[in-house]
């Protein structure tokens, strides 16, 4: 890339001159609030999407104290923001900050979208969930009480005049139950899916079903002590999730799991990490397990969040996103 043909924009990233988007009066205003918020890729992705698709938006990363966060979002609205998102650690705090809920930010004690509507009340929305099932399903993973890993399970279309049993739900291990943890059992509830979660304070995991389970009567959901329920769990889950953030370090952390519980091939293993490969991931690969970063959660979050200020097609907006993070 030529100087001539840059320009910093960020700390320390070139990008094409052409990419520099002509802030006007009627540009749209969003961003992503954060304690640190410097590390976040979002105004990146954002960014890039809104200058492919040619929006008039900007998306801007704003470094905001909890103890500001009110002010923060007061401050959002008297200057004529569409929205933004939040990340750690706001996501809790934002909750009795809004005017209204979806079912899955109620649910779940989360917000990481607000939406800034144009009389200036805020909905509080939590796109991580759909995020993480809108990644497996391109990858081809679907969730749901009739599908199979493709979603074409034949034993379950039904022809006139025949009853179909129902059959078994998609059976799913959690690792973990913090803050993340929430969003993915939450959504994999919601898709039908049978989900263990398995954590190293039982008590935690317990919490965390009985929240889903008051949301989502019909949900089947169960809480298991780390690493001991491991074993027999993994045997019988054709996708497991680790919330936690052991990995995030590489090696130096320990595994969310035991090295002597084997994967079958094709089963799924998922790791919401996405800044580095983690040991776990590289482990479920070498046993020939279908292995997936978040990277794609975070971009199929991010686009649920810009398709709900902007109204702009969500998968066109996913397409953008994803191609600047893996260019
Ligand atoms: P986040 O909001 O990113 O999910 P969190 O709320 O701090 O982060 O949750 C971290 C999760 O990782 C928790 O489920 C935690 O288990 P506890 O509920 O017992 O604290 C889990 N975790 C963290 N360190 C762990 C470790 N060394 N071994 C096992 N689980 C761990």
């Known amino acids: 890339m030529s100087t001539e043909h840059s320009v910093l924009m960020s700390s320390d990233r070139l990008v094409p001159r052409s990419r520099c988007h002509p802030i006007t009066g009627a540009t749209r205003l969003v961003g992503v609030m954060g304690w640190p918020v410097e590390h976040s890729l979002s105004p990146r992705m954002h960014n890039a999407a809104f200058a492919a698709l040619g929006l008039d938006w900007v998306y801007v990363p704003f470094p905001v104290r909890p103890e500001r966060l009110a002010d923060a979002v007061r401050g959002l609205v008297a200057l004529g923001f569409a929205g933004c998102n939040a990340t750690v650690p706001h996501k809790a705090a934002l909750v009795p900050l809004m005017d209204e809920l979806t079912p899955i930010a109620a649910a779940t004690g989360s917000v990481n979208t607000i939406v800034i509507r144009p009389d200036g009340s805020l909905l509080g929305d939590s796109t991580d969930g759909h995020g993480f099932l809108m990644d497996l399903r391109a990858h081809g993973v679907e969730i749901g ?91 019988d889950a054709r996708l497991i999730v680790n919330t936690t953030s052991l990995g995030l370090h590489g090696d130096a952390d320990p595994l969310p799991w035991d090295p002597e519980i084997p994967f079958w091939p094709d089963q799924v293993v998922y790791d919401l990490i996405y800044h580095v490969r983690t040991p776990f991931l590289r482990l479920a690969e070498a046993a020939g397990a279908h292995a997936i970063d978040g990277l794609g959660m975070l971009v199929y979050q991010g686009a649920r969040s810009a398709a709900l200020w902007t109204g702009h097609n969500e998968a066109e907006l996913a397409h953008w996103m994803k191609k600047e993070l893996t260019q």
């Open 145 to 235: 009480p009739s599908a199979n890993q493709h979603g074409d399970d034949p034993s379950t279309i039904a022809s006139p005049g025949h009853s179909v049993a129902a059959p078994p739900r998609h059976r799913v291990l959690v690792i973990g139950a913090g803050g993340a943890a929430r969003a993915v059992v939450y959504a994999l509830a919601e898709a039908g899916a049978r989900v263990a979660v398995v954590n190293r304070t039982v008590a935690h995991a317990e919490a965390l079903c009985r929240m889903v389970a008051e949301a989502l009567p019909e949900a089947e959901l169960s809480a298991h002590p780390f690493p001991a329920a491991l074993p027999g769990l993994a045997a």
